[in-house]
């Protein structure tokens, strides 16, 4: 018997992912590891060699020893990481795209902002006139952007970094297990992410480190990951993260790529507008305006028929605020009625058939057609 009400459809994956089944059995193996990891004793090696173990899987994905690898709570904490070792302390200028997430944003308001254009991808030229002046700098580029799934320009950025020997942050929350990142591109750069944002946990993060690279960390505490990070490392959440990368990386995103695209065929039908359409994008984003309707009007219609979608980012006082990505891209009134659509891992065909009929449905009666 299917369950009454039917359960909601859950197509918020950029916010958080599914958890994969592979995480959950790793977590549970790693709640009943009994030591703490920086323990002597028989209990404390057991949890360290599955603590090592994590680590491996998570730098050998980029390519990098394991000693590159910081675990973290998450990607919050690894940007502000980066921004503190590589920005700060570094004495460097912090230079951030227009479009980052509030981690790398509200971090560093200091910062100087780097404009997008009209598609959302960064000013190299702006980039390249900045960092022609010779300061020191760090620049931070999200891989991907969560609210509209448009890829940055990373190759670009990254040459001009090396260039003009700035450091480069990458914030590869969304892209990870979702599109790969050549190890050219990303060598000498650190890299964020994010557990639950591929089928892991929340509450595991990791900062990357370019090989050999030196770190202060932001929590000395006991001394934990080696200096990097003070804190008893949340052990089942990081066992749950390696295995969910492990999933993700070998997930053909063919599928999901198609049902959006088909998506996308089907909301333009009755006037959505893609912000993202013929851009490279994530395979399962897809960020739409309904002209003249306020995207709080169209998430509490679309959750009425059991449609879980977000406006923006998830914020935690569960508002929806005006997007700064999509003002960043010259969208003004519009970017107050863009909603967001990302299909999970596990997504189903009859899943966003159902979403493209309600969308339809709501869209013939809020543009009256
Ligand atoms: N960076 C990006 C691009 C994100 O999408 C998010 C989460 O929405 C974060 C950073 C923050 O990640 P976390 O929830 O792990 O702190």
Known sequence: ??????????????????????????????????????????????????????????????????????????????????????????KRRILVGATEHDAILQGAPQAVTLPVDGKGLLRLDVLRSCLQDGVPSLVCVMAANNETGILS???????????????????????????????????????????????????????????????????PGGGQESGRRGGTPALPNIMGMAAALEEASRQDWGPVRSLINRLEGLVQEVGGESVNAGLDRLPNTLSVILPGIAAQTQLMMLDLDGFCVSAGSACSSGKVSVSHVLRAMGLGEKAGQAIRISLPWNVKANQVDAFAKAYQEMAKRLLKR
């Open 153 to 219: 320009p990373l190759d670009d950025v990254a040459a001009l970094c090396r260039d003009y020997g700035a450091f480069l942050h990458i914030d590869a929350v969304q892209t990870i297990g979702r599109i790969s990142l050549p190890p050219d591109i990303t060598a000498g750069a650190s890299i964020a992410l994010s557990g639950h944002k591929f089928g892991g946990p929340k509450g595991a993060g990791a900062l990357v480190l370019p090989e050999d690279h030196p770190l202060e960390p932001l929590i």
């Open 1 to 90: 018997m299917p369950p009454f009400p039917p359960e909601p459809v859950y197509l918020d994956a950029n916010a958080t992912e599914i958890l994969r089944p592979e995480a959950k059995m790793a977590m549970i193996k790693g709640m009943e590891l009994i030591g703490n990891p920086s323990s002597v004793h028989f209990y404390g090696r057991q949890a360290r060699q599955a603590l090592e173990e994590a680590r491996k899987v998570v730098a050998s994905f980029f390519g990098r020893g394991a000693g590159c690898c910081v675990f973290t709570s998450g990607a919050t904490e690894a940007d502000m990481l980066a921004l503190h070792a590589f920005g700060f302390r570094g």
